[in-house]
């Protein structure tokens, strides 16, 4: 079993900062890449930033420049560093992760989400 435990969500004027965390924790044996989504209310869910195994990392137009998506892959943990928020980034943020997992001798390749971290910025 996987699981994916986001923290760091909360209120924030325009203009302010949050961090989101995401900790992988279970019978894991490697990550590959992570990520973070967001889903406004009646929107689709987006993907907002992305990083493989070796750190290579992309973003939506829309925040880069503003999020910075990073790792540790000695925590099985993923940031995503958010400055600059404006309203429109209100949104319930998940992270995702494509992971090498193991079950006794029986090893697969599972893809997992967290629970979601609401993110709400005031005007």
């Known amino acids: 079993q996987v699981q994916l435990v986001e923290s760091g969500g909360g209120l924030v004027q325009a203009g302010g900062s949050l961090r989101l965390s995401c900790a992988a924790s279970?019978?894991?044996?490697?990550?590959?890449?992570m990520g973070w989504y967001r889903q406004a209310p009646g929107k689709q869910r987006e993907l907002v930033a992305g990083?493989?195994?070796?750190?290579?990392?992309n973003y939506a137009v829309s925040v880069k420049d503003r999020f910075t998506v990073s790792r540790d892959n000695a925590k099985n943990t993923v940031y995503l560093q958010m400055n600059s928020l404006k309203p429109e980034d209100t949104a319930v943020y998940y992270c995702?992760?494509?992971?090498?997992?193991?079950?006794?001798?029986?090893?697969?390749?599972?893809?997992?989400w967290g629970q979601g971290t609401q993110v709400t910025v005031s005007s």
């Open positions: 995702n992760a494509s992971v090498n997992a193991y079950s006794g001798s029986y090893y697969y390749t599972g893809i997992y």
């Open positions: 279970g019978s894991i044996f490697s990550i590959n890449a």
């Open positions: 990083i493989t195994s070796g750190g290579s990392t």
